[in-house]
């Protein structure tokens, strides 16, 4: 069991005054997710290589790349070259995801696969043993501010049991929609990471949005709060 992290959206911060926003939630979390987008995978832009290279510039955290891209084999790499610490891409867009994931570990990054609602986690079992995260989207990957997706819950679980039953070590991130009444039901399945953009940014204060996360995704962990793995 991995310990509870809440990883901060920039997607929902203010992208003028970046810098400061990532400040502003750093006391209280080790590593902030960056939302890449292209157009063409999702029908959203976002940002690319000059802004996370001035984010790699501007905070020690680690910087999480979330690619909804149609070709994170290009970028993937151009963003690890930049100093983020993991990339997670969405697999059914690469002819062999398993050579990218090697790739990528060879150029020093934690890599994580990110499945959509209606993508299975079976679809990935080749992969799973390779993976530092598994991504379990919560929501249909394009915007901030969804609504979570109850019926993805079950893909949680079902990425905890296949951890438990083959000896992996993933870590389970979930993303989209997470806040106090909905972090719950993705820690009682056995999520470790939670995404969380509207419920963090959106606070007056970001610390203290992320530390109820915590308490609360802790009061649903099973077995209780996990502490390091061991
Ligand atoms: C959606 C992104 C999410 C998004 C989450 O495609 O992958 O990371 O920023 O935003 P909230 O927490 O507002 O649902
Ligand atoms: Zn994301």
């Given amino acids: 069991m991995y310990e509870f992290r809440v990883a901060p959206s920039i997607l929902a911060a203010d992208f003028a005054r970046l810098g400061a926003e990532v400040d502003d ?3 209280a979390v080790p590593v902030v997710h960056v939302d890449v987008m292209d ?3 999702v029908p959203n832009i976002t940002l690319g290589p000059p802004v996370v290279a001035s984010l790699r510039g501007a905070t020690d955290r680690q910087l999480d790349c979330h690619l909804m891209v149609t070709d ?11 100093g983020v610490d993991s990339v997670t ?3 059914e867009v690469e002819d062999e995801p398993l050579a990218l994931v090697h790739r990528l570990h060879e150029l020093g990054g934690e890599v994580g696969v990110a499945l959509k609602p209606a993508f299975p986690l079976e679809m990935i079992e080749e992969l799973l043993p390779h993976l530092d995260m598994v991504l379990v989207m919560t929501v249909e990957p394009g915007f901030g501010g969804q609504a979570f997706m109850p019926e993805t819950v079950p893909k949680i679980a079902a990425a905890a049991r296949w951890r438990q039953a083959n000896d992996a070590d993933y870590r389970i991130q ?5 806040a106090l009444d909905t972090i719950e039901a993705a820690a009682a399945a056995g999520a470790d990471t939670f995404v969380a953009g509207s419920s963090v940014f959106g606070a007056d204060d970001r610390v203290a949005a992320v530390r109820a996360l915590l308490a609360r995704a802790r009061m649903a962990a099973p077995g209780g709060a996990p502490g390091e793995r061991s």
């Fill in 89 to 91: 891409f969405h697999p």
């Fill in 174 to 178: 979930v993303d989209g929609g997470i």
């Fill in 25 to 27: 939630v750093a006391p």
């Fill in 72 to 82: 994170p084999g290009t970028y993937a790499p151009i963003l690890l070259g930049l």
């Fill in 39 to 41: 157009g063409h995978y």
